[in-house]
Protein backbone atom coordinates (compact mmCIF):
# COMPACT_ATOMS: atom_id res chain seq x y z
CA UNK A 1 0.00 0.00 0.00
CA UNK A 2 1.30 3.32 -0.46
CA UNK A 3 1.11 5.23 2.73
CA UNK A 4 -0.34 8.77 1.47
CA UNK A 5 -3.99 7.23 0.83
CA UNK A 6 -6.68 8.62 -0.63
CA UNK A 7 -9.82 9.02 1.86
CA UNK A 8 -10.70 12.26 2.89
CA UNK A 9 -10.22 11.93 7.23
CA UNK A 10 -6.47 12.24 7.76
CA UNK A 11 -4.62 10.37 10.34
CA UNK A 12 -1.50 11.20 12.06
CA UNK A 13 0.76 8.29 12.33
CA UNK A 14 4.00 8.74 14.38
CA UNK A 15 6.82 6.20 13.71
CA UNK A 16 9.97 5.87 15.92
CA UNK A 17 13.03 5.06 13.73
CA UNK A 18 14.60 2.82 15.66
CA UNK A 19 15.38 -0.40 13.23
CA UNK A 20 13.42 -0.79 10.21
CA UNK A 21 10.79 -3.49 11.93
CA UNK A 22 8.45 -0.51 13.80
CA UNK A 23 7.78 0.88 10.12
CA UNK A 24 7.50 -2.58 8.48
CA UNK A 25 4.81 -3.74 11.17
CA UNK A 26 3.22 -0.08 11.06
CA UNK A 27 3.02 -0.06 7.24
CA UNK A 28 0.92 -3.76 7.98
CA UNK A 29 -1.08 -2.14 10.40
CA UNK A 30 -1.84 0.48 7.69
CA UNK A 31 -2.70 -1.72 5.33
CA UNK A 32 -5.62 -3.81 7.14
CA UNK A 33 -7.36 -0.22 8.68
CA UNK A 34 -7.27 1.18 4.63
CA UNK A 35 -8.82 -2.43 3.60
CA UNK A 36 -11.92 -1.63 6.40
CA UNK A 37 -11.63 2.02 5.80
CA UNK A 38 -10.64 3.61 2.94
CA UNK A 39 -11.84 7.10 3.39
CA UNK A 40 -9.05 7.50 5.70
CA UNK A 41 -5.90 9.24 4.87
CA UNK A 42 -2.60 8.47 6.50
CA UNK A 43 0.33 11.30 6.98
CA UNK A 44 3.24 9.30 8.20
CA UNK A 45 5.93 11.35 10.10
CA UNK A 46 9.12 9.06 10.59
CA UNK A 47 12.95 9.60 10.78
CA UNK A 48 16.18 7.27 10.74
CA UNK A 49 15.61 3.91 10.08
CA UNK A 50 12.03 3.89 9.91
CA UNK A 51 12.41 6.70 7.06
CA UNK A 52 14.69 4.44 4.98
CA UNK A 53 12.16 0.79 5.06
CA UNK A 54 9.41 3.54 3.95
CA UNK A 55 11.85 5.37 1.46
CA UNK A 56 12.55 1.65 0.29
CA UNK A 57 8.81 1.19 -0.49
CA UNK A 58 8.07 4.12 -1.88
CA UNK A 59 5.60 5.84 0.64
CA UNK A 60 5.06 8.91 0.90
CA UNK A 61 6.26 10.56 4.07
CA UNK A 62 7.55 13.51 6.11
CA UNK A 63 11.03 12.79 6.93
CA UNK A 64 11.61 14.18 10.81
CA UNK A 65 15.64 13.49 10.19
CA UNK A 66 16.41 12.53 13.29
CA UNK A 67 19.04 10.05 14.16
CA UNK A 68 17.89 6.73 16.11
CA UNK A 69 18.97 7.67 19.40
CA UNK A 70 17.72 11.01 19.42
CA UNK A 71 14.04 10.40 18.85
CA UNK A 72 13.02 11.13 22.39
CA UNK A 73 15.32 14.26 23.34
CA UNK A 74 13.73 17.48 23.66
CA UNK A 75 14.41 18.43 20.25
CA UNK A 76 12.68 15.74 18.29
CA UNK A 77 9.34 16.42 21.18
CA UNK A 78 9.35 19.99 20.66
CA UNK A 79 9.13 19.21 17.07
CA UNK A 80 6.70 16.53 17.42
CA UNK A 81 4.66 19.25 19.28
CA UNK A 82 4.45 21.51 16.74
CA UNK A 83 2.95 19.14 14.32
CA UNK A 84 0.61 18.02 16.06
CA UNK A 85 -0.54 21.25 17.25
CA UNK A 86 -0.35 22.04 13.61
CA UNK A 87 -2.44 19.68 12.37
CA UNK A 88 -4.94 19.44 15.42
CA UNK A 89 -7.60 20.52 13.73
CA UNK A 90 -7.37 18.68 10.42
CA UNK A 91 -6.17 15.46 11.66
CA UNK A 92 -9.15 12.80 13.47
CA UNK A 93 -6.63 10.89 15.01
CA UNK A 94 -3.35 10.02 16.26
CA UNK A 95 -1.85 6.15 15.55
CA UNK A 96 2.13 6.25 17.32
CA UNK A 97 4.39 3.41 17.19
CA UNK A 98 7.23 3.45 20.26
CA UNK A 99 7.36 7.22 20.66
CA UNK A 100 6.30 7.59 24.08
CA UNK A 101 5.80 11.14 24.59
CA UNK A 102 3.42 11.16 21.74
CA UNK A 103 0.13 9.95 23.43
CA UNK A 104 -0.05 12.60 25.91
CA UNK A 105 0.30 15.84 23.39
CA UNK A 106 -2.00 14.23 20.95
CA UNK A 107 -4.60 13.68 23.78
CA UNK A 108 -3.94 17.18 25.15
CA UNK A 109 -5.23 18.56 21.17
CA UNK A 110 -8.00 16.40 21.47
CA UNK A 111 -7.30 13.89 19.60
CA UNK A 112 -7.99 9.93 19.89
CA UNK A 113 -4.67 8.09 20.06
CA UNK A 114 -3.57 4.81 19.37
CA UNK A 115 -0.24 3.83 21.08
CA UNK A 116 2.02 0.93 20.10
CA UNK A 117 4.21 -0.15 22.77
CA UNK A 118 6.38 -3.50 22.53
CA UNK A 119 7.67 -2.89 26.90
CA UNK A 120 4.59 -0.74 28.02
CA UNK A 121 5.85 -0.63 31.87
CA UNK A 122 9.47 -1.70 32.06
CA UNK A 123 10.11 1.11 29.15
CA UNK A 124 12.29 3.91 30.89
CA UNK A 125 9.84 6.18 28.65
CA UNK A 126 6.45 4.81 30.65
CA UNK A 127 6.64 8.17 32.71
CA UNK A 128 5.39 9.91 29.56
CA UNK A 129 2.23 8.28 29.81
CA UNK A 130 0.96 8.78 33.45
CA UNK A 131 -0.61 12.57 32.45
CA UNK A 132 -2.59 10.49 30.30
CA UNK A 133 -4.04 7.42 31.64
CA UNK A 134 -7.63 8.40 32.44
CA UNK A 135 -7.96 9.78 29.45
CA UNK A 136 -10.76 7.49 26.94
CA UNK A 137 -8.72 9.19 24.34
CA UNK A 138 -5.60 6.48 24.32
CA UNK A 139 -5.98 3.16 23.01
CA UNK A 140 -2.62 1.09 24.06
CA UNK A 141 -1.68 -1.97 21.50
CA UNK A 142 0.84 -4.11 22.40
CA UNK A 143 1.98 -6.45 19.71
CA UNK A 144 2.86 -9.64 21.83
CA UNK A 145 1.01 -12.51 23.86
CA UNK A 146 -0.49 -11.52 27.56
CA UNK A 147 1.48 -13.94 29.34
CA UNK A 148 4.85 -12.27 28.98
CA UNK A 149 3.77 -9.42 30.09
CA UNK A 150 2.75 -7.53 33.75
CA UNK A 151 1.15 -4.64 32.41
CA UNK A 152 -2.51 -4.07 33.32
CA UNK A 153 -5.48 -6.13 32.34
CA UNK A 154 -7.54 -3.16 31.50
CA UNK A 155 -10.35 -2.28 28.55
CA UNK A 156 -8.25 0.56 27.19
CA UNK A 157 -5.31 -1.93 26.86
CA UNK A 158 -5.17 -4.75 23.68
CA UNK A 159 -2.47 -7.06 24.07
CA UNK A 160 -2.76 -8.15 20.36
CA UNK A 161 0.10 -10.72 19.22
CA UNK A 162 2.82 -10.62 17.32
CA UNK A 163 2.48 -8.34 14.05
CA UNK A 164 4.50 -10.82 11.50
CA UNK A 165 6.03 -7.46 9.25
CA UNK A 166 7.03 -8.99 6.41
CA UNK A 167 3.87 -9.45 4.31
CA UNK A 168 3.40 -13.59 3.41
CA UNK A 169 6.27 -14.77 4.60
CA UNK A 170 4.91 -17.74 2.70
CA UNK A 171 5.28 -16.61 -0.57
CA UNK A 172 7.50 -18.78 -2.95
CA UNK A 173 10.24 -17.44 -4.14
CA UNK A 174 10.43 -15.05 -6.91
CA UNK A 175 13.73 -13.04 -7.25
CA UNK A 176 16.11 -15.82 -5.86
CA UNK A 177 15.71 -18.26 -8.06
CA UNK A 178 15.84 -20.90 -5.50
CA UNK A 179 13.15 -23.47 -4.30
CA UNK A 180 12.13 -23.83 -0.82
CA UNK A 181 15.19 -25.09 1.17
CA UNK A 182 17.58 -24.29 -1.15
CA UNK A 183 18.79 -21.01 -0.38
CA UNK A 184 21.33 -22.09 2.16
CA UNK A 185 21.34 -20.57 5.46
CA UNK A 186 19.41 -17.36 6.02
CA UNK A 187 21.09 -14.62 9.44
CA UNK A 188 18.60 -12.36 10.21
CA UNK A 189 20.98 -10.39 12.69
CA UNK A 190 18.71 -7.97 13.08
CA UNK A 191 19.91 -4.23 13.85
CA UNK A 192 23.01 -3.37 15.88
CA UNK A 193 22.54 -2.72 19.71
CA UNK A 194 24.88 -3.18 22.46
CA UNK A 195 22.80 -6.02 24.14
CA UNK A 196 22.44 -8.01 20.76
CA UNK A 197 26.65 -8.04 20.39
CA UNK A 198 27.14 -11.73 22.12
CA UNK A 199 23.97 -13.09 20.18
CA UNK A 200 24.96 -11.69 16.80
CA UNK A 201 28.75 -13.28 17.48
CA UNK A 202 27.10 -16.41 18.12
CA UNK A 203 24.74 -16.54 15.53
CA UNK A 204 27.67 -15.55 12.99
CA UNK A 205 29.56 -18.53 14.29
CA UNK A 206 26.98 -21.20 14.26
CA UNK A 207 25.94 -19.83 10.59
CA UNK A 208 29.73 -20.94 9.63
CA UNK A 209 30.04 -24.20 11.18
CA UNK A 210 26.66 -25.11 9.39
CA UNK A 211 28.37 -23.68 6.28
CA UNK A 212 31.62 -25.91 6.86
CA UNK A 213 29.69 -29.07 7.87
CA UNK A 214 26.91 -28.42 5.15
CA UNK A 215 27.83 -31.98 3.32
CA UNK A 216 27.03 -34.04 6.82
CA UNK A 217 24.45 -31.70 7.67
CA UNK A 218 22.59 -31.72 4.64
CA UNK A 219 22.56 -28.12 3.53
CA UNK A 220 23.03 -25.89 0.99
CA UNK A 221 26.81 -24.95 2.17
CA UNK A 222 25.88 -21.01 1.35
CA UNK A 223 25.39 -18.08 3.87
CA UNK A 224 23.05 -15.06 3.47
CA UNK A 225 23.16 -12.52 6.19
CA UNK A 226 20.12 -10.58 6.50
CA UNK A 227 21.53 -6.97 7.45
CA UNK A 228 25.39 -5.72 7.80
CA UNK A 229 27.96 -7.39 9.54
CA UNK A 230 30.15 -5.58 11.72
CA UNK A 231 33.90 -6.01 11.22
CA UNK A 232 34.28 -7.89 14.48
CA UNK A 233 31.58 -10.03 13.00
CA UNK A 234 33.57 -10.84 9.92
CA UNK A 235 36.56 -12.10 11.60
CA UNK A 236 34.65 -15.23 12.35
CA UNK A 237 34.23 -16.07 8.43
CA UNK A 238 37.09 -17.51 7.48
CA UNK A 239 38.93 -17.49 4.04
CA UNK A 240 37.34 -20.43 2.13
CA UNK A 241 34.08 -19.64 2.93
CA UNK A 242 33.88 -15.74 2.21
CA UNK A 243 32.69 -16.66 -1.11
CA UNK A 244 29.58 -18.42 -0.13
CA UNK A 245 28.98 -15.34 2.08
CA UNK A 246 26.69 -12.91 1.12
CA UNK A 247 25.20 -9.25 2.81
CA UNK A 248 22.37 -8.61 1.26
CA UNK A 249 21.25 -4.88 1.26
CA UNK A 250 18.05 -3.35 3.06
CA UNK A 251 14.92 -4.74 1.09
CA UNK A 252 11.14 -4.63 2.59
CA UNK A 253 10.85 -8.09 0.11
CA UNK A 254 11.86 -10.44 2.58
CA UNK A 255 9.52 -13.15 2.18
CA UNK A 256 11.46 -15.00 -0.86
CA UNK A 257 14.26 -14.83 1.67
CA UNK A 258 12.88 -16.67 4.31
CA UNK A 259 10.86 -19.50 2.13
CA UNK A 260 13.84 -20.69 0.43
CA UNK A 261 15.89 -21.14 3.40
CA UNK A 262 17.26 -24.47 4.54
CA UNK A 263 17.59 -22.80 7.91
CA UNK A 264 17.11 -19.88 9.46
CA UNK A 265 19.28 -18.04 12.24
CA UNK A 266 17.02 -15.21 14.17
CA UNK A 267 17.20 -12.99 16.94
CA UNK A 268 14.45 -13.80 18.75
CA UNK A 269 12.49 -10.64 18.05
CA UNK A 270 10.83 -9.52 14.52
CA UNK A 271 13.09 -11.76 12.47
CA UNK A 272 12.18 -15.05 14.77
CA UNK A 273 8.40 -14.56 14.29
CA UNK A 274 9.31 -13.79 10.23
CA UNK A 275 11.22 -16.85 10.13
CA UNK A 276 8.64 -19.22 12.03
CA UNK A 277 6.01 -17.63 9.72
CA UNK A 278 7.38 -18.54 6.78
CA UNK A 279 7.25 -22.41 7.44
CA UNK A 280 11.31 -22.89 7.51
CA UNK A 281 13.23 -24.17 10.43
CA UNK A 282 14.56 -21.72 12.35
CA UNK A 283 16.81 -21.30 14.94
CA UNK A 284 15.51 -18.63 18.01
CA UNK A 285 18.45 -16.83 19.79
CA UNK A 286 17.29 -15.57 23.20
CA UNK A 287 18.78 -12.30 23.97
CA UNK A 288 19.14 -11.96 27.57
CA UNK A 289 18.98 -8.15 27.41
CA UNK A 290 15.50 -7.65 26.30
CA UNK A 291 13.16 -9.98 28.66
CA UNK A 292 10.06 -10.43 26.90
CA UNK A 293 11.87 -11.46 23.31
CA UNK A 294 14.19 -13.97 25.12
CA UNK A 295 10.19 -14.97 27.41
CA UNK A 296 8.65 -15.11 23.42
CA UNK A 297 11.98 -17.24 22.30
CA UNK A 298 11.96 -19.63 24.98
CA UNK A 299 7.91 -19.98 24.44
CA UNK A 300 8.46 -20.47 20.65
CA UNK A 301 11.23 -23.20 21.50
CA UNK A 302 9.69 -24.98 24.39
CA UNK A 303 6.34 -25.25 21.96
CA UNK A 304 8.51 -26.64 18.83
CA UNK A 305 7.91 -23.52 16.77
CA UNK A 306 11.44 -22.92 16.82
CA UNK A 307 14.88 -24.27 17.53
CA UNK A 308 17.38 -24.16 19.82
CA UNK A 309 20.89 -22.83 19.62
CA UNK A 310 22.19 -26.03 21.71
CA UNK A 311 20.17 -28.20 19.83
CA UNK A 312 22.38 -26.94 16.46
CA UNK A 313 25.00 -27.04 18.13
CA UNK A 314 25.07 -30.41 19.46
CA UNK A 315 23.88 -31.85 15.50
CA UNK A 316 26.84 -30.15 14.16
CA UNK A 317 29.26 -31.43 16.81
CA UNK A 318 27.87 -35.19 16.19
CA UNK A 319 28.14 -34.32 12.30
CA UNK A 320 24.55 -35.24 12.08
CA UNK A 321 21.89 -34.85 9.57
CA UNK A 322 19.62 -32.05 10.51
CA UNK A 323 16.68 -33.78 11.09
CA UNK A 324 13.73 -31.13 11.63
CA UNK A 325 10.51 -33.40 11.63
CA UNK A 326 7.34 -32.61 10.10
CA UNK A 327 6.01 -29.78 12.03
CA UNK A 328 7.23 -26.57 10.95
CA UNK A 329 4.65 -24.92 8.87
CA UNK A 330 2.12 -27.40 9.72
CA UNK A 331 0.93 -25.07 12.68
CA UNK A 332 1.30 -21.25 13.86
CA UNK A 333 1.12 -19.54 16.36
CA UNK A 334 -1.85 -17.19 16.96
CA UNK A 335 -0.33 -14.06 15.63
CA UNK A 336 -1.57 -10.91 15.40
CA UNK A 337 -5.58 -10.98 13.59
CA UNK A 338 -4.73 -7.96 11.75
CA UNK A 339 -8.19 -7.54 10.48
CA UNK A 340 -9.80 -7.72 14.13
CA UNK A 341 -7.03 -5.15 14.97
CA UNK A 342 -8.06 -2.55 12.26
CA UNK A 343 -11.13 -2.65 13.50
CA UNK A 344 -10.42 -1.39 16.99
CA UNK A 345 -8.36 1.47 15.79
CA UNK A 346 -10.99 2.75 13.53
CA UNK A 347 -13.66 2.47 16.18
CA UNK A 348 -11.46 4.34 18.92
CA UNK A 349 -10.88 7.04 16.45
CA UNK A 350 -14.67 7.88 16.20
CA UNK A 351 -14.18 8.79 19.57
CA UNK A 352 -13.03 12.42 18.49
CA UNK A 353 -16.11 14.60 19.91
CA UNK A 354 -17.59 11.76 21.94
CA UNK A 355 -15.00 11.32 24.96
CA UNK A 356 -15.53 11.32 28.60
CA UNK A 357 -14.48 15.00 28.93
CA UNK A 358 -11.03 14.10 30.34
CA UNK A 359 -8.27 15.86 28.60
CA UNK A 360 -5.15 16.55 30.92
CA UNK A 361 -4.22 20.26 31.06
CA UNK A 362 -0.68 21.58 30.21
CA UNK A 363 0.16 21.52 33.66
CA UNK A 364 -0.16 17.71 33.55
CA UNK A 365 2.11 17.49 30.28
CA UNK A 366 4.62 14.55 31.00
CA UNK A 367 8.25 14.83 32.76
CA UNK A 368 10.94 14.71 31.05
CA UNK A 369 12.74 11.26 30.94
CA UNK A 370 15.87 11.22 29.48
CA UNK A 371 17.72 7.89 28.09
Known sequence: MNAASTGSARVLVLIRGNGFGHAARMRRVLTA??????????????????????????????DLRWPDEADHDWFARNRVRRLIAANSDSACAVIVDELAYVPAIAVRNGLPTVYFACNMLGSRYSGYLSSVAKSHLLRLVVPDWRQFHDGPVDDRVSYVGPIVAAEECSLPPDRTGDEPGQGGVLVAVGGEHPTKVAIRDQMVTDAVRVAMNADVLGVNPVIRVLGQLSRSE??????????RVSELPFTPDV??????????LAYGGAS???????????????????????????????????????????????????????????????????????GLIIEHIHRKGSHDGYVPSASESPRDVRE
Not at 234 to 243: D, G, K, M, N, Y
Request: with cysteine.
Open 33 to 62: INRQAPWLNFTIAAGGDAGSYLRQCDDTFM
Open 234 to 243: RRFIPRQLSA
Open 272 to 342: ACEGIASGRPTVVYSPSGHPYDKARADWFISNNYGLSPDWLRQHISDRATLSFGTQFGNSQPPWCNLSRLA
Open 255 to 264: APLYSSASLV
